[in-house]
């Protein structure tokens, strides 16, 4: 069982940066492949980042590719979300999610996740 907490949500204007954390319980947080998610009002979840186990591998969807930057520390058990440059349009709530898969993530699959982190963004 892990369980998922985000962090570092809030109100920043447009060309603005926050830090997302996601704090996992559990000792075999290393062993699963990360992910970020983003769902705003009236709009399906979608796909935000994947980071694999070690931080080898790291997927962003088009939409925040360049702008947000993903990384993981397994000794705190964390994975983080930096996001510059943030864009109205890029206001959510911002989950975290943990599974075995690499890939399942980049489908929007995943074992765990965590409650959400409002970030609304100003033009």
């Known amino acids: 069982q892990v369980q998922l907490v985000e962090s570092g949500g809030g109100l920043v204007q447009a060309g603005g940066s926050l830090r997302l954390s996601c704090a996992a319980s559990g000792r075999t947080f290393g062993s699963y492949a990360m992910g970020w998610f983003r769902q705003a009002p009236g709009k399906e979840r979608e796909f935000v980042s994947a980071i694999s186990w070690n931080g080898g591998m790291i997927y962003y969807s088009d939409s925040v590719k360049g702008r947000f930057t993903s990384s993981r520390d397994n000794a705190k058990n964390t994975v983080y979300l930096q996001m510059n440059s943030l864009k109205p349009e890029d206001t959510a709530v911002y989950y975290c999610?943990?599974?075995?898969?690499?890939?399942?993530?980049?489908?929007?699959?995943?074992?765990?996740w965590g409650q959400g982190t409002q970030v609304t963004v100003s033009s």
């Open positions: 999610a943990a599974t075995s898969n690499l890939n399942s993530l980049r489908l929007s699959r995943a074992d765990y």
